[in-house]
């Protein structure tokens, strides 16, 4: 990726992620709208709602006026936030439990006309439904999950279904939602894929224009998550981690089937039967709820389940491990745990699927990579354990640094800051903030 002859580059058609590039904080400030399902409830978030939130905080404090149209949440209070320039709208949601979008649009032509109209407006997802928002030019959508993408998951679900399991039709239901989809994609006037797998998908599949699909990479707060030694010490000591054992792996989010845990759960099992060296050496932390939860209780003392945990306590939990592993098989989004740990300076192993292939795992140096079978899954396990805490250390210290180039907090809100800066209503300054000079990291 090199600009040749300091020429400036179109933004609108950057082939790779924006977190790639460098942006100054511009002067303008912007009053933005964002429509999201659900407002992340302590530790009980999805990776959609973490990336609202840590987003759209994000733009608040860098003094942009944000107006959040969510629904109240089932059975607990709204959070407070000491930021003057957040507004929140909440409504009852949908049976379905969606937000109502004639409600929410009401809300929505409210604050337009209150004072000045918003320069841009995003959805997560189809918080706001295309038919809504077909008409509007300054709107971006980011993406976290296609049906296209859910296609290999159920390929891999199919593959692992037990004889005693019903056949399932996913397969049929989902290639029609994927025609569904490439019919109502160009309602929506600009697209951010969250991994180079997705954008590649939106432009060749769902056959978008290049210049209205863009690559944002998810980020995480690097305040929160980063390299803690006495705070991986304290963990360990509050939930009796011997020091002896040469290596700790760790787990975290929904304890559930499509995260890939009954293979996860069979694999740890025959490699605590048959391999006595693993049975000493290794102690696994699950962090999380589901009904995996109990079942890994039941594997014996190798295995300690922590529960769900807040973001201040997932810290610790990161700095705990030696290395952190995602056996998921929903090919969707870009996971929000291995970022989580990278910021922290561990390495990781997850599921070979294309959007971590591509995004984060992107070498060997980052971490390891396994196919969604149970032989494939011990193979990488005995190798993380044989390449031992030294090997992994390393490992961590290379994936940190990537991190810090391209998953942080900082660099996503810059990039959808500039993103939305280009695409707002301001057509006197768009051309100067859909160009890029500075030159690439």
Known sequence: ????????????????????????????????????????????????????????????????????????????????????????????????????????????????????????????????????????????????????????????????RGPEEPQAYALTERALKVVEEVRFFPDYAHHVATSDHVGDILKRIYMIPEDRVHIILNGIDEETFRPDIAKGKEFKQKYGVLESRTLVLGMAGRLVKDKGHPLMFEALKQLLTENDIFRRSVVVLVAGNGPWGARYRDLGSNIIVVGPLEQAQLAGFYNAIDIFMNPTLRAQGLDHTLLEAILCGKPVMATRLASITRSVIVGTEMGYTFSPTIASLKRILLNVLGDGREALKQKGQAVRQRGLQLFTATKMAAAYERLFLCISDDKNNVDSYCRYRTPLN
């Open 1 to 160: 990726m090199e600009q040749k002859q300091n020429q400036p580059i179109d933004l609108l058609t950057f082939p790779s992620a924006w977190n790639h590039l460098s942006f100054n904080q511009p002067l303008k400030l912007l009053k933005i709208a964002l429509f999201v399902k659900k407002w992340p409830q302590r530790s009980h978030a999805g990776g959609l709602e973490r990336h609202a939130l840590t987003l759209h905080l994000a733009l608040a404090k860098r003094g942009h006026e944000l107006h959040i149209f969510t629904t109240f949440p089932s059975n607990s209070s709204f959070p407070r936030y000491p930021i003057a320039n957040l507004y929140f709208h909440l409504s009852q949601p949908s049976a379905g439990g969606y937000l109502n979008q004639a409600l929410v649009w009401k809300q929505f032509q409210t604050q337009n006309s209150t004072g000045r109209p918003f320069d841009v407006v995003h959805t997560e997802s189809c918080g706001l439904l295309h038919s809504r928002s077909r008409n509007i030019t300054n709107l971006a959508v980011s993406w976290h999950g296609i049906a296209y993408e859910t296609i290999h998951s159920d390929i891999i679900q199919e593959l692992l």
